[in-house]
């Protein structure tokens, strides 16, 4: 059952699997957060123009962030401490840049994640325009987390999550795969062109800021301690598989439906597939479609609404704390009193009101500049924290500290996002 939890959480019942799979949930919300249609598109393209040839980086993908998950969940359960706590360790230096971060980084993704939500609604309900549709999105979205606990939000992207499996999955049966190429992707290969598209696949795959959320919601969900690391385990793998399996069934959908056609580019070119099923199939093979890339970039807007809102009032908390103040422990962070604060709903607020200003005027090209720049340094942030924290023989215990799988997974991640880092930055600044 899920649970909005101010205990310590210290006794975890017999792991069996039937219990773990009872207990999923956290996992769930920060793989479907991070999965938003950007990354459904990029993978859509990617399959017009390399067919299966790119499979082998979104599996690969998926198992980075399988790492990553994992390393923050166990980083939670085994130190008892949040990721702001972690940083706060660190020096000021970290707290001020995740806060730096995550005002810039909101401005812009509200009004990313409330268009997203919008275009399928616009293309299903033309009654509204697009920002129409976005502002009621950002209003729906604010209602939700502002009035709902975790057990509820957390029902809700479940059902959101059910949706985007049955509808994008399905989308991919009907369409057909072609098996045999499907297993010759899985041989790692690099056409010509296609290493911005292997970066963004592998790096992609369910992830931002959101991953940096999932600890919060282990201990919204009442798990405080090591006996619970493997019910982390299992919720992280049930939630970064299920979200890879969504990635691949959009590269079979661009592989099969449009191999060799020139897709428009952005969060339309899911429209825009829409009308290509509409044409081959019929009404009815756009309808579920449409409604999936719904799901898709609703379950981002809830996620995002409360995962990084509890971040922002973890991080107003952290940064106020006297400089002599002692480490802080799972006892000393109160979810209730997070999602109650008053930083919590001022996030949530500029979150949803200033973005829509965007909805109508465009983005700034020097707020554009300053998003991409931080943007692209975050997931190399929080993988590089990791691998301190984690082998810190001060802060974890010693049979919790990362073994070498951990660690080399970690150490490939902090490679892959500084590429996909320069990457960004080289477009930004080109």
Known sequence: MAA????????????TWKARLKQVGPGIMAAATGVGAGDLVATLVAGSRYGYTLFWAVVLGTLFKLALGEAVGRWHLASGRT???GWRTMGRWAVGYFGAYAVVWGFVYGATAMSASA???????PVLPVAGWAIICGLLGLALVWFGRYALLEKIMTVLVGVMFVTVV??????GPNLLELGEGLVPTLPDGSVAYVLGLMG??????????????????????????????????VGYITTGIFVVAMLVVGAEILLGHDLTSGDKGLLQLGDTLAADYGQWARIPFLVGFFAVAFSSVIGVWNGVSLLFADW???????????PETAADYDHKAG??????????????????????????????????????????FLAGTLLVLLNSKSMMPAEHRSRWLSNTMLVLC?????????NELVGVFS
């Open 170 to 175: 399905g989308t991919a049966v009907m369409v």
């Open 119 to 125: 275009l399928p609604l616009n293309a299903l309900f």
């Open 316 to 326: 107003w908390r952290t940064w106020r704390l006297p400089k002599e103040a002692p």
């Open 339 to 380: 999602m109650n604060s008053t930083a919590y709903r001022v996030y949530l607020l500029w979150l949803t009101f200033p973005p829509m200003l965007l909805l109508f005027l465009g983005k700034p090209f020097q707020l554009t500049v300053v998003y991409g720049v931080l943007g692209a340094l975050f997931m190399p």
């Open 414 to 422: 902090l490679a892959l996002f500084v590429g996909v880092a320069f």
């Open 204 to 237: 992609g795959v369910g992830g931002t800021i959101t991953m940096a959320a999932y600890g919060y919601w282990t201990f919204a969900k009442g798990w405080r301690a090591p006996s619970w690391m493997p019910f982390m385990r299992a919720d992280n793998a």
């Open 83 to 85: 990721m702001l706590a």
């Open 4 to 15: 909005d939890a101010n205990t310590t959480g210290a006794t975890a019942p017999e792991a």
